[in-house]
């Protein structure tokens, strides 16, 4: 038979459906805060793999750009190279070997640079063409002297203020060959891809000198 219900009971039971629906609250609040704090996380990582997308796409843009210059300011030290060092036969610029680490190019294009520009600079004479840089200097002697000659000449045939000032003339002419000489040696060194430093100069010089100071001295 059925127990009566009795109101002890029946407080009993009203009390044990409040903590059922009290704990079903708790329960419902934190699933939903959970459900929030998750929502907040995937946002916070979409965000965040946003912007890593946007700086990795920054960082594609500028890598190309760089990658261009790189590959322009290669194919003219290759030009430079093959113009300086006379290597016509090479064809275009080697490829980027694969599996090398990454590094930046920027110095290794500016060490580059400064071997092209070291190798491109003229050398001075070798000691060898010695003899050549004096007869240079012999031969503007000589030029100049001969010029001096036929300044004096002038000044005689004609007379009056030409004979006069043509031997002046002349003198200045023949104290300058030394200097005359300077021009073929020039030649000598843009021929053979050099400079024309102090001493080939100076071997020039005194050469002209000598032969200036012999000439002068046999005219008399």
């Known amino acids: 038979m059925n127990q009566p219900v009795t ?23 934190e699933a939903h ?15 965040e793999a ?21 590959d322009a300011e290669v194919a003219h030290l290759w030009q430079q190279a093959r113009s300086r060092l006379g290597v016509r036969r090479l064809g275009g610029p080697p490829a980027p070997a694969n599996g090398v680490a990454a590094t930046d190019p920027v110095p290794m294009l500016a060490k ?10 003229p050398g001075e004479l070798p000691g060898s063409v010695n003899p050549l840089l004096a007869l240079c200097g012999v031969a503007g002697a000589v030029l100049a002297y001969a010029l001096g000659a036929g300044a004096r000449a002038l000044g005689v045939g004609y007379g009056g203020d030409l004979a ?7 003198l200045v002419v023949t104290l300058l060959g ?6 073929p040696a020039r030649m000598l060194a843009d021929r053979r891809h050099a400079m024309l430093g ?6 020039v010089l005194g050469a002209g000198l000598l032969t200036t100071a012999l000439l002068l001295a046999l005219g008399r």
């Open 7 to 29: 109101s002890e009971t029946y407080t009993a039971q009203l009390r044990r459906l409040a903590e059922l629906t009290a704990r079903v609250a708790e329960q419902r609040a």
């Open 33 to 47: 805060t959970w459900y929030e704090r998750q929502c907040e996380a995937a946002d916070r990582a979409v965000a």
């Open 50 to 70: 946003a912007e890593q997308l946007q700086d990795a796409e920054v960082e594609l843009v500028a890598a190309r750009e760089q990658q261009e210059r790189v």
């Open 112 to 121: 580059v640079r400064d071997l092209l520009d070291r190798a491109g600079q």
């Open 164 to 170: 006069v000032g043509m031997p002046v003339l002349a």
């Open 178 to 183: 030394p200097l005359i000489g300077l021009a």
């Open 198 to 203: 102090p001493r080939p100069i100076i071997v």
